[in-house]
C-alpha cells in the first residue's frame, strides 16, 4: 500500500503543480488584456520575496480533540527530491495520521510570486474540470483513481480556491482523497484529507483547509 499510496500522491501533486506552473507562464496570455490589467493593479500586499515557508504547517497540536501523529516524508518513504522539479518547489510539507480510523491528513505550499504567476494559478482553479481530467490523464490505471468534483467544497479559503475527490483502491481497500488546492496571496497551498472511503472523516477537509488559511493569513501579516 505504501508503494501505491507514493505513486497516487506524486502524480496528485506533479499533475497540480505542472498545470499551475505551465498556465503561469502563459496565463496572461490567455487571458483579456484588461483581467491581466487588473491583476497588475490588484491593491493585495505583496509578500518579501523569497519567503522561508518551511515552518508554515499543521501539525497534531492544531487538532487537540484527535489523536493525530505527526508523520514526516521519510516515514512515507518519500523524500522533498521527489516533489520537487524544475517547475516549482515544494516550501513545507505536513502529515498527519489517526491510526484508528486511518485517516491521513496532508499539506503543503509552493511560492506564487508576482501577479503573472498568480493568474496561472488561479487560471487552474477556475477550471476544475481540466484538472480532473488532467488528474486522470496522468494516473492512467494506476490505483483505478477517479478523480471528480469535491460536492463538500467550499470556496471560502484563500483568494482563489478548487477541489476534487479521488476515489481509488489500493491492494483490495477502497480510499477516498479530498483535495482543497488554493492561493493565499503569493502562497499557494494544497490540503488533501485520505480516508477509507464510505466512511466519515475525522476532521473533515474544509476544516483543514480553512485552519492552515488561518495560519497562512497570520504568517503573511508578519512579513
Same mark, same amino acid.
Given at each position: 500500500m505504501q508503494k501505491n499510496l507514493k505513486i497516487l500522491l506524486l502524480l496528485l501533486f506533479a499533475s497540480i503543480l505542472i498545470m499551475a506552473c505551465g498556465l503561469a507562464s502563459s496565463g496572461a496570455d490567455e487571458a483579456t488584456a484588461p483581467a491581466a490589467e487588473e491583476v497588475?493593479?490588484? $491593491?493585495?500586499?505583496?509578500?518579501?520575496?523569497?519567503?522561508?515557508?518551511?515552518?508554515?504547517?499543521?501539525? $497534531? $497540536?492544531?487538532?487537540?480533540?484527535? $489523536?493525530?501523529?505527526?508523520?514526516?516524508?521519510?516515514?512515507?518513504?518519500?523524500?522533498?527530491?521527489?516533489?520537487?522539479?524544475?517547475?516549482?518547489?515544494?516550501?513545507?510539507?505536513?502529515?498527519?495520521?489517526?491510526?484508528?480510523?486511518?485517516?491521513?491528513?496532508?499539506?503543503?505550499?509552493?511560492?506564487?510570486s508576482g501577479p503573472l504567476k498568480k493568474a496561472g494559478f488561479d487560471l487552474v482553479l477556475n477550471q476544475p474540470d481540466t484538472l480532473i481530467e488532467t488528474f486522470l490523464g496522468e494516473m492512467g490505471d494506476v490505483g483505478n483513481a477517479e478523480p471528480q468534483e469535491l460536492p463538500e467544497f467550499e470556496d471560502t479559503v484563500g483568494d482563489s480556491s478548487a477541489g476534487m475527490t479521488v476515489i481509488t483502491n489500493m491492494e483490495g481497500l477502497g480510499m477516498r482523497m479530498d483535495v482543497v488546492v488554493f492561493r493565499q496571496d503569493s502562497v499557494g497551498s494544497f490540503v488533501i484529507v485520505m480516508y477509507l472511503d464510505g466512511q466519515t472523516p475525522v476532521v473533515p477537509l474544509m476544516d483543514v483547509a480553512t485552519k492552515f488559511d488561518e495560519k497562512i493569513v497570520t504568517f503573511l501579516e508578519s512579513q
Open positions: 497588475a493593479l490588484t $491593491a493585495e500586499p505583496i509578500p518579501v520575496p523569497n519567503m522561508d515557508l518551511s515552518d508554515l504547517v499543521l501539525t $497534531a $497540536a492544531d487538532f487537540p480533540d484527535v $489523536a493525530f501523529k505527526d508523520v514526516s516524508l521519510e516515514e512515507m518513504g518519500m523524500s522533498v527530491d521527489d516533489l520537487n522539479s524544475e517547475e516549482f518547489t515544494v516550501e513545507s510539507f505536513f502529515a498527519l495520521l489517526e491510526s484508528t480510523t486511518f485517516e491521513l491528513v496532508m499539506g503543503f505550499t509552493t511560492q506564487v
